[in-house]
């Protein structure tokens, strides 16, 4: 049997913050992608402990820390446990996930660090929100400002690929809620390769958004402290 490359195994990480009736098909789903392809739900400190499905890995925060938490924890699994590559995908089943051996695909041909899934379209319900989407214009408008036009043009998907050079690099940060603007800046500007591909993204099977408005001012707040940081910072002698 030939040996395997370093990056075959395959951490799809769900957080989830009270979404669970779309976990058991999310999970058998990432099954049937085959042995290479692991589950391992985060929860974010629902208000009731999610059962998570018998073939998945799990893991409960005793708190409501945010998305960049169970970013870092899936990060730390995935570095401690031989995984090559993490996957992020909502467990509100918005994201494909017959698309992940696309995003995947992309890394095992040495094209990508990490790997962006676009929305092609925004499956109506809160995406069709005027605000949010103004916001989220704003955030790419900056993104590929600050990173000379290597950005993805959605800086807010929740759906990528990252391998384990990019796990190292973007666990040197500390990321809070909403972290993928941050993420994709600091992974351009350091210099790994990011490409974007086309999904399509469904409709919401479980939750409601949770950028609403008071997140999502606290979202603009922080996102516009950390752009100015990172931009003094590289030109500080």
Same mark, same amino acid.
């Given at each position: 049997?030939?040996?395997?490359?370093?990056? +075959?195994?395959?951490?799809?990480?769900?957080? +989830?913050?009270?979404?669970?009736?779309?976990? #058991?098909?999310l999970?058998?789903? $990432?099954?049937?992608?085959?042995?290479?392809?692991?589950?391992?739900?985060?929860?974010?400190?629902?208000?009731? #402990?999610?059962?998570?499905?018998?073939?998945?890995? +799990?893991?409960?925060? /005793?708190a409501n820390?945010?998305?960049?938490?169970?970013?870092?924890v899936?990060?730390? %699994?995935?570095?401690? %446990?031989?995984?090559?590559?993490?996957?992020?995908?909502?467990?509100?089943?918005?994201?494909?996930i017959?698309? $992940? /051996?696309?995003?995947?695909?992309?890394?095992?041909?040495?094209?990508?660090?990490?790997?962006?899934?676009?929305?092609?379209?925004?499956?109506?319900?809160?995406? +069709?929100?005027?605000?949010?989407?103004?916001?989220?214009?704003?955030?790419?408008?900056?993104?590929? @400002? @600050?990173?000379?036009?290597?950005?993805?043009?959605?800086?807010?998907?929740g759906?990528?690929?990252?391998?384990?050079?990019? @796990?190292?690099?973007?666990?040197?940060?500390?990321?809070?809620?909403? /972290?993928?603007?941050?993420?994709?800046?600091?992974?351009c500007?350091?210099?790994?390769?990011?490409v974007? $591909?086309?999904?399509?993204?469904?409709?919401?099977?479980?939750?409601?958004?949770?950028?609403? #408005?008071?997140?999502?001012?606290?979202?603009?707040?922080?996102?516009?402290?950390?752009?100015?940081?990172?931009?003094?910072?590289?030109?500080?002698?």
């Amino acid at each position: 049997m030939a040996e395997q490359p370093s990056h +075959s195994r395959v951490l799809v990480f769900l957080p +989830s913050y009270g979404d669970e009736s779309a976990l #058991p098909e999310l999970v058998a789903e $990432i099954v049937r992608l085959g042995d290479r392809y692991r589950a391992l739900i985060v929860d974010d400190g629902s208000a009731t #402990p999610l059962a998570a499905p018998a073939a998945a890995l +799990s893991v409960r925060l /005793p708190a409501n820390f945010g998305l960049g938490v169970c970013t870092h924890v899936a990060f730390d %699994h995935a570095l401690r %446990h031989g995984y090559g590559i993490v996957v992020r995908a909502d467990a509100d089943g918005q994201h494909r996930i017959e698309d $992940i /051996p696309r995003l995947v695909a992309e890394i095992d041909a040495g094209r990508a660090n990490l790997v962006v899934g676009v929305r092609a379209n925004h499956a109506g319900g809160a995406l +069709s929100n005027l605000a949010r989407r103004g916001l989220k214009a704003y955030f790419r408008v900056v993104a590929r @400002m @600050m990173t000379g036009g290597r950005a993805p043009d959605d800086v807010n998907s929740g759906f990528f690929a990252v391998d384990g050079h990019a @796990m190292g690099v973007l666990n040197r940060n500390g990321f809070e809620r909403f /972290p993928e603007p941050e993420m994709f800046v600091l992974a351009c500007r350091s210099g790994l390769e990011v490409v974007s $591909i086309a999904v399509q993204q469904r409709r919401r099977a479980d939750g409601v958004s949770t950028l609403g #408005p008071v997140p999502a001012m606290q979202m603009f707040f922080r996102f516009n402290v950390f752009a100015l940081n990172e931009l003094l910072r590289r030109r500080r002698p």
